[in-house]
């Protein structure tokens, strides 16, 4: 059985915290494995100690859909408190919010992926309380596609954004605690941090092993399944493909009206995509893009996920559509994330250069052999911040 940082956080109290001014940075899907939300565990645990809460993108209830919708600061029905959101007028922490608190509590559900801004939102707030000398505690929680697999190729300086803040792979297998840890340490942001492990997760596990309930972290992240293709679905954010928002399978389903699925199964056959089965279907977006418009294209089914790459199953399908469609397929125009001049692709592959290898046709695998060093120096380097 495993017991969440949240959980463990209770059973020990942390005397450390006594008679501390506390903040937490949580959303809706912040709760113990019996759906209590932290806030009120918090709340009974440290009576009149938590002062206010923090919220990230999409948030306090994962209730905004899209990318650069933001969130204003708001009051809890439940507590009273203030929520100050960290996707709105400010991504940072101000010294205003952090007066507020002598020691924040982080509890968020992560997915695994670099393109995903709520733990830039954990390396914000490790510099905001550095700068204010106030501390951090992260409540751990599982990787829901587990801490062994490492893939893709590392984020270069130049394409540094609020989805990549550092030269991480696309699947980095940390848990949210030892990517602070590797924030704090190895990116030199110097923090007073305390991470609350987990007890009984291993790093083999992947979400279903965990035997927790899945609370959805973000609207489009409904389930482990679309977390576990997410590391390279999330690709399509960059393009005029529909990533299945406005469906009930978000990055399952993916697809546009211009697709032949038998083409670009032919064009897939070059490269061996392990542990996944392309399925083609139709489907019609709610909203977002191509909404109300019959899209051709497929569900991702992961059928072992041990085996499964994510991202390789994800470029190989941008490359054979790009080469299929020229005169259809398109990029996204900025902004996104709140960068104005870049192409979104080259921020989401941090790399302008793997963009134009893939468009000029260069082999999937040998572009993975190219980034293998650089892969293989990560994954010894965070080695060094194993919990578990």
Excluded at 300 to 323: C, E, K, N
Aim: charged letters at 20%; proline letters at 7%.
């Amino acid at each position: 059985m495993i017991s969440l940082g949240i959980e463990q956080l209770l059973a020990s109290s942390l005397p450390f915290l006594k008679d501390k001014r506390l903040g937490l940075l949580c959303n809706q899907a912040s709760t113990d494995s019996t759906f209590r939300h932290s806030r009120d565990l918090v709340m009974a645990a440290f009576p009149d100690q938590l002062r206010c809460l923090f919220s990230p993108q999409h948030g306090f209830f994962a209730e905004k859909q899209d990318n650069m919708v933001e969130s204003d600061h708001d009051l809890d029905q439940v507590s009273g408190l203030p929520v100050f959101s960290l996707y709105g007028e400010t991504r940072k922490p101000t010294p205003a919010m952090m007066d507020y608190v002598d020691v924040v509590l982080i509890d968020i559900v992560d997915v695994g992926t670099r393109v995903y801004t709520f733990m830039y939102t954990l390396a914000y707030m490790l510099e905001a309380a550095a700068a204010a000398g106030k501390g951090v505690v992260v409540l751990d929680r599982p990787n829901p596609i587990g801490g062994e697999s490492v893939e893709g190729n590392l984020l270069e300086g130049e394409y540094r954004s609020f989805v990549g803040l550092y030269p991480l792979p696309m699947r980095h297998g940390l848990t949210f605690g030892e990517l602070a840890l590797l924030f704090n340490d190895h990116f030199k942001i110097g923090a007073d941090l305390h991470v609350v492990k987990m007890k009984g997760w291993q790093r083999g596990m992947h979400f279903p092993d965990c035997k927790l309930p899945w609370l959805f972290p973000s609207p489009n992240m409904p389930s482990y399944a679309a977390s576990l293709v997410y590391p390279g679905q999330v690709i399509w954010e960059g393009t005029n493909i529909s990533e299945g928002r406005g469906t009930s399978l978000p990055f399952e389903l993916f697809g546009a009206p211009f697709f032949h699925c038998d083409d670009i199964l032919e064009f897939l056959d070059q490269t061996p995509l392990p542990g996944a089965f392309l399925r083609p279907l139709q489907f019609e977006p709610t909203f977002h893009k191509w909404q109300g418009q019959v899209c051709n294209g497929f569900q991702l089914h992961v059928t072992d996920p041990t085996r499964f790459m994510p991202y390789r199953t994800t470029l190989s399908l941008l490359q054979a559509i790009g080469a299929l469609y020229p005169e259809l397929f398109d990029y996204k125009q900025p902004p996104y994330e709140y960068e104005y001049d870049i192409l979104p692709m080259d921020l989401i592959l941090g790399s302008q250069q793997l963009r134009m290898a893939l468009e000029e046709g260069e082999n999937i695998l040998e572009l993975e052999e190219s980034w293998q060093d650089a892969l293989h120096g990560f994954d010894q380097m965070r080695r060094a911040y194993f919990l578990y």
